[in-house]
């Protein structure tokens, strides 16, 4: 059996091959290569290039590499890009989520993990958020990725097909052992800019907000390690190949 880690030459998506690699799982990667690098997929995966909403080609990929377990990465994550184009935002999250379950399904695929995101709270209005609270997000991004978290959530329920959802915050390092790391094309979060700026890779970093309830007025961030994140998403899953059904 396969695991198929759609998005799997980007950041957070080659962290989690070479995770699978390690754990003796078969992979194969879909991914467009819109923001990640080929370099980046770890060496015992196969890489295809192409989008995860091409129903064609991940049918064909299903059924050669006989994939049981879809993690789904892939998709544009940058809140302020979905403000000016919210609708290939919600082509390129939504819809292409949509044929991605739809042929997971019809292929007989069994677990699917969806990567989600904290934007589907929105402004939360208790912090640190808890899973079960209201989900409002503010931005098409946000939508989109909750737009997914439904449409998963209905087909499952319809299906059988057993999934998880990860909503997570700011990720952050880079795997210990040097394999892959930070590198994004035109990097938007903070750690990567500012490892850019150390690089010498663009001349400054660009601090923004000054009115936020803190010393200095600028804003405090969460983050968590992406090496723990790849393993949150490899317990869900363990989690679903054990038989359990959790909606998030």
């Given at each position: 059996?396969?695991?198929?880690v759609?998005?799997?030459?980007?950041?957070?998506?080659?962290?989690?091959?070479?995770?699978?690699l390690?754990?003796?799982?078969?992979?194969a990667?879909l991914d467009?290569?819109?923001?990640?690098?080929?370099?980046?997929v770890?060496?015992?995966?196969?890489?295809v290039?192409?989008?995860?909403?091409?129903?064609?080609?991940?049918?064909?990929?299903?059924?050669?590499?006989?994939?049981?377990?879809?993690?789904?990465?892939?998709?544009?994550?940058?809140?302020?890009?979905?403000?000016?184009?919210?609708?290939?935002?919600?082509?390129?999250?939504?819809?292409?989520?949509?044929?991605?379950?739809?042929?997971?399904?019809?292929?007989?695929?069994?677990?699917?993990v969806?990567?989600?995101?904290?934007?589907?709270?929105?402004?939360?209005?208790?912090?640190?958020?808890r899973?079960?609270?209201?989900?409002?997000?503010?931005?098409?991004?946000g939508?989109?990725?909750?737009?997914?978290?439904?449409?998963?959530?209905?087909?499952?329920?319809?299906?059988?097909?057993?999934?998880?959802?990860?909503?997570?915050f700011?990720?952050?390092?880079?795997?210990?052992?040097?394999?892959?790391?930070?590198?994004?094309?035109?990097?938007?979060?903070?750690?990567?800019?500012?490892?850019?700026?150390?690089?010498?890779?663009?001349?400054?970093?660009?601090?923004?907000?000054?009115?936020?309830?803190?010393?200095?007025?600028?804003?405090?961030?969460?983050?968590?390690?992406?090496?723990?994140?790849?393993?949150?998403?490899?317990?869900?899953?363990?989690?679903l190949?054990?038989?359990?059904?959790?909606?998030?």
């Amino acid at each position: 059996m396969t695991v198929l880690v759609t998005g799997g030459a980007g950041y957070i998506g080659s962290h989690m091959v070479h995770a699978l690699l390690d754990a003796g799982e078969r992979v194969a990667v879909l991914d467009n290569l819109a923001t990640g690098f080929d370099w980046a997929v770890a060496r015992g995966a196969l890489l295809v290039i192409g989008d995860a909403g091409n129903q064609q080609l991940v049918a064909t990929l299903i059924a050669k590499h006989r994939v049981d377990a879809i993690i789904h990465f892939a998709g544009s994550v940058v809140v302020a890009d979905s403000v000016v184009d919210p609708l290939g935002y919600y082509r390129n999250n939504s819809v292409n989520s949509r044929a991605l379950i739809e042929t997971a399904v019809k292929e007989g695929v069994r677990h699917f993990v969806f990567s989600s995101t904290c934007a589907v709270y929105g402004n939360p209005e208790r912090v640190p958020a808890r899973e079960e609270d209201a989900t409002v997000p503010t931005s098409p991004y946000g939508s989109s990725k909750l737009m997914t978290e439904i449409m998963l959530r209905d087909a499952a329920a319809a299906h059988g097909l057993r999934h998880a959802i990860l909503r997570y915050f700011n990720v952050a390092g880079a795997d210990p052992l040097g394999r892959t790391g930070q590198s994004t094309k035109k990097a938007t979060h903070l750690v990567k800019v500012s490892v850019e700026a150390a690089l010498g890779l663009r001349p400054k970093v660009d601090v923004f907000g000054t009115d936020y309830p803190t010393p200095d007025g600028t804003c405090i961030r969460d983050y968590i390690h992406v090496s723990d994140l790849v393993r949150a998403h490899s317990d869900a899953l363990t989690y679903l190949r054990r038989g359990a059904n959790p909606s998030r």
